[in-house]
């Protein structure tokens, strides 16, 4: 599986943004897919999962409420809708495939850089 993230920018606090995943390969829909990020300086960290039939989704605590994760199969995209940004939300932000919700991934795409600014 091949990832290529989008939709990444600079934004103002409070502001939105919608990143979204294009997957290649034809086993796209037997994985979940997640959205990690990395702030500068810090370690990457979960941010949102989607199972494959998208009836099971987990979000991190610091983004629940704001952000959305949603897939379209017959697309083999995966979307993140990130409302209410807060400047804490920057970091580079990277889609994964992985074979659970909770697994870790086994597939990376590149990342996006997301800004918010104060």
């Known amino acids: 599986v091949q990832l290529q993230a989008s939709g990444g920018g600079l934004v103002q606090a409070g502001g939105s943004l919608r990143l979204s995943c294009a997957a290649s390969g034809r086993t796209f829909s037997r994985y979940a897919m997640g959205w990690f990020r990395q702030a500068p300086g810090k370690e990457r960290e979960f941010v949102a999962a989607i199972s494959w039939s998208g009836t099971s989704i987990r979000y991190a605590e610091s983004v629940k409420g704001r952000f959305i994760i949603s897939r379209d199969n017959a697309k083999n995209t995966v979307n993140l809708q990130m409302n209410s940004l807060k400047p804490e939300d920057t970091a580079i932000y990277y889609c994964?495939?992985?074979?659970?919700?909770?697994?870790?991934?086994?597939?990376w795409g590149q990342g996006t850089q997301v800004t918010v600014s104060s």
């Open positions: 994964a495939a992985q074979r659970g919700v909770g697994n870790p991934p086994d597939y």
